[in-house]
C-alpha cells in the first residue's frame, strides 16, 4: 500500500512563497499521476495542479502563472512551489497519487497566507 507524506506548509504573508513537498512510499505503477489537492473550511477539495509521470500537468486557473508542481521520479516525490501567495489560497493541501489500481492520499499540510 503506497503511503504519501506532505511537509513543508506553514504561515507565510500575501505575496510570499511556499514550497510544499510530498514523499511517497511503497510501490508505485510506471505510468501514475501526483498532483496537489486544496480545502479551504467551508469548501470542497478542489484540484491545484497534477503531474503525470510522462510530464504531462495541469493546473487550476486559479494558480496558473504562480503555482508549479514537478516531481522527482527516483525519490517517489512530488513538490509544489507556490509563488506570490494570496490570502485565498490558504487551506490545508492534500497530495495525492493515482494509479491503476486506484488513489492515495496525505493527510494534508496547512498553508495558511496573510493578508
Known amino acids: 500500500q503506497v503511503q504519501l507524506v506532505e511537509s513543508g506548509g506553514g504561515l507565510v504573508q500575501a505575496g510570499g512563497s511556499l514550497r510544499i513537498s510530498c514523499a511517497a512510499s511503497g510501490t508505485i505503477f510506471s505510468y501514475n499521476v501526483m498532483g496537489w489537492y486544496r480545502q479551504a473550511p467551508g469548501k470542497q477539495r478542489e484540484l491545484v495542479a497534477t503531474?503525470?509521470?510522462?510530464?504531462?500537468?495541469n493546473y487550476a486557473d486559479s494558480v496558473k502563472g504562480r503555482f508549479t508542481i514537478s516531481r522527482d521520479s527516483a525519490k517517489k516525490s512530488a513538490y509544489l512551489q507556490m509563488n506570490n501567495l494570496k490570502p485565498e489560497d490558504t487551506a490545508v493541501y492534500y497530495c495525492?497519487?493515482?494509479?491503476?489500481?486506484?488513489?492515495?492520499w496525505g493527510q494534508g499540510t496547512q498553508v495558511t497566507v496573510s493578508s
Open positions: 503531474l503525470t509521470s510522462g510530464g504531462n500537468s
Open positions: 495525492n497519487l493515482w494509479e491503476p489500481r486506484g488513489n492515495s
